[in-house]
T-cell receptor, first 118, second 117 residues
């Protein structure tokens, strides 16, 4: 079974600074997807960024980027120029990549609560 | 386009009762997944429906069931509620129609917060 571990329950960063959230995972699969989701107080899970395991290049979305180390099974999220609106719970998630029938589940980590200090 | 709508937002029930939660996916989406979120267990997959058929199921007891209607709206039912069923229940939808469904983006609703007393 796949597992996702987030070892930082809480992180804080000064506004406009850079912060990195850590995530490790365990899987025997060779092809899969990794995600970072953000859950603000509104409770809605919002996709921040996605990485496909077979792609060597790290994904980026504006101020958000990842450091994907496949051999180490590590998938960290870097948030640059932190803004007050970035304050939320951040979840790392894993999904197997299958091309047959069915929408494979997401396996989530336990989350990291990010606080932005004005 | 309206997002994923879950009703009600909050629900309070007592042990032994049953409850039904509703999820309306984004228009045109045919896949609906349900997740349970608790402080202790985190986010766990319950089940996924596509075109009124359950395609995948997580490791939950039979008290948890669901269904999907022809308009893709989905309901989740929990019978004989236990205190441990108190959780945020999240619904997510996706198109579900591509050859690689796992390549599709999931859109989540804001959840239903269930409290069991």
């Amino acid at each position: 079974a796949q597992t996702v571990t987030q070892s930082q329950p809480e992180m804080s960063v000064q506004e406009a600074e850079t912060v990195t959230l850590s995530c490790t995972y365990d899987t025997s699969e060779s092809d899969y997807y990794l995600f970072w989701y953000k859950q603000p107080p509104s409770r809605q899970m919002i996709l921040v960024i996605r990485q496909e395991a077979y792609k060597q290049q790290n994904a980026t979305e504006n101020r958000f980027s990842v450091n994907f180390q496949k051999a180490a099974k590590s998938f960290s999220l870097k948030i640059s120029d932190s803004q007050l609106g970035d304050a939320a719970m951040y979840f790392c998630a894993y999904r197997r990549k299958i091309s047959n029938f069915g929408n494979e589940k997401l396996t989530f980590g336990t989350g990291t609560r990010l606080t932005i200090i004005p | 386009k309206a997002g994923v709508t879950q009703t009600p937002r909050y629900l309070i029930k007592t042990r032994g009762q049953q409850v039904t939660l509703s999820c309306s996916p984004i228009s045109g989406h045919r896949s609906v997944s349900w997740y349970q979120q608790t402080p202790g267990q985190g986010l766990q997959f319950l089940f996924e429906y596509f075109s009124e058929t359950q395609r995948n199921k997580g490791n939950f007891p039979g008290r948890f069931s669901g269904r999907q209607f022809s308009n893709s709206r989905s309901e989740m039912n929990v019978s004989t509620l236990e205190l441990g069923d108190s959780a945020l229940y999240l619904c997510a939808s996706s198109s579900g129609q591509s050859y690689e469904p796992t390549n599709e983006k999931l859109f989540f609703g804001s959840g239903t917060q269930l409290s069991v007393l």
